[in-house]
């Protein structure tokens, strides 16, 4: 009897189980579910995250929307004539390479043509969650890593392709915590985002990433100003006198800081050559990757590209391209300089505002905002654009979603939309 007693039990404990996962299940829509996998998927491995993208593909195309979000998405076409000419100036120089990359990019424009016609402002701060949740995950295998290799010059990756990568998708984390931080009155949400924040900035230290440092001093700085967070600043900004004091009292604690001056004459003879490639085709470029075949050699090791977000448009798709480019990027950012209007998207505004400066300091010594994991993260980012251009989830009370769910009625939130601030952007 006592045994058919506890069956009981462990029956209905699966029971509740099931029916919470169930009903947490229905709190979003199959779309929003496909973004934060996205987001989720940036943190576990290139490959995971390449799979989630040709999962997007597949699944717009069973849904047969392909179509629409690949020609309907606000300055989408300038992006199309970017691959085109990136696919057709790579075949053209012989960079079979460089085609492929086209073609990645193009995979990539569509995530973000997508995300930004689903996204809401619920959405954009579940993304943010989820990376700074996912992120825990890439600090493990960075921990793992430094203890089995760490040591004096070796440098950590994670789950990314290298270091910098790593560095790079840090800046946006921590960046996204600090977003949140500032927002929430929640002690338990305070203390889940300082601990993101605690362990990212150790993860920085394991990747030896000097830029990155800058970079992230300059945004977070930038981002307690306009957020008028003025003791929060004071603060901060004595923690990177104490850091700066640090370096120069333990050297042997950061010995890269050593090689400042070595590494950044080493960064001037790789522009140097870009530079000269770019002269000789400044109008089209030669493509993606089109620096590999300068075989140009450093440390024993082949340079693939520049280290500039603002040499390697210029020698991939030359002026033609870079100009595509801006234009798109100025169609993406207007609807996002317009959030600094509204009182409840000030905030992401002010994160934006901060991740294009970090990304811009950043990309001046490496261009690792052109990676597959990083480029995933930063188009999710520019997707807040369609905040202002989609309806708005209604808030419903929690026994009539319960009702909707229990009775079956799966609908989706789409048809418990509204329209909210759509007048002030027409």
Not at 113 to 137: E, N, P, Q
Request: charged share 15%.
């Amino acid at each position: 009897m006592a045994h058919s007693g506890t069956t009981k039990e462990d029956n209905n404990i699966i029971r509740t189980v099931f029916s919470s996962l169930k009903r947490k299940a229905y709190q979003y829509s199959v779309d929003e579910w496909v973004v934060l996998g996205l987001a989720v998927s940036a943190f576990l491995s290139i490959y995971v995250a390449a799979a989630a993208m040709l999962f997007v593909v597949i699944y717009l195309i069973k849904e047969k929307r392909l179509k629409g979000v690949a020609f309907t998405a606000p300055g989408i076409k300038y992006l199309w004539a970017l691959c085109t000419l990136g696919v057709i100036v790579a075949l053209a120089n012989g960079n079979k390479a460089g085609a492929l990359v086209a073609l990645l990019l193009a995979i990539i424009f569509l995530i973000g043509a997508f995300a930004r016609s689903v996204m809401t402002r619920a959405l954009f701060d579940k993304v943010v969650d989820a990376s700074c949740a996912a992120s825990i995950i890439s600090f493990a295998v960075a921990l793992i890593q430094y203890v089995i290799f760490g040591g004096d010059m070796n440098r950590v990756c994670s789950v990314f392709i290298n270091p910098n990568y790593y560095a790079a998708v840090i800046e946006i984390v921590v960046l996204f915590a600090v977003y949140k931080l500032v927002r929430t009155g929640n002690w338990k949400l305070r203390g889940f985002y300082t601990v993101t924040i605690a362990l990212n900035i150790v993860g920085l230290y394991f990747s030896g990433c000097r830029t990155a440092v800058v970079a992230l001093c300059a945004a977070v700085s930038l981002m307690l100003i306009l957020y008028r967070r003025y003791k929060t600043l004071a603060a901060f900004l004595g923690s990177c006198v104490l850091l700066a004091a640090l370096m120069v009292a333990v050297p042997e604690a950061f010995p890269r800081m050593g090689q400042v001056g070595i590494d950044m004459g080493k960064r001037i003879e790789i522009w140097q050559r870009a530079l000269e490639d770019i002269l000789k085709h400044p109008v089209f470029g030669e493509g993606a990757l089109a620096y590999v075949s300068f075989h140009f050699v450093v440390d024993g090791m082949t340079v693939v590209h520049t280290h500039s977000i603002y040499l390697e448009p210029t020698l991939s798709f030359g002026i033609l391209g870079t100009a595509l480019i801006l234009i798109y990027l100025k169609k993406n950012l207007s609807p996002i300089w317009k959030m600094r209007e509204i009182e409840t998207d000030r905030g992401k505004f002010v994160l934006a505002l901060g991740l294009l400066v970090s990304v811009a300091l950043h990309g001046i010594v490496d261009a690792t905002a052109f990676g597959v994991q990083t480029g995933i993260l930063l188009m999710l980012v520019l997707s807040m654009a369609g905040i202002q251009e989609n309806p708005q989830p209604v808030c419903l009370p929690v026994h009539r979603l319960v009702y909707l769910q229990d009775t079956g009625l799966r609908q989706r939130r789409n048809t418990a939309y509204a329209y909210k601030d759509k007048s002030r952007f027409s």
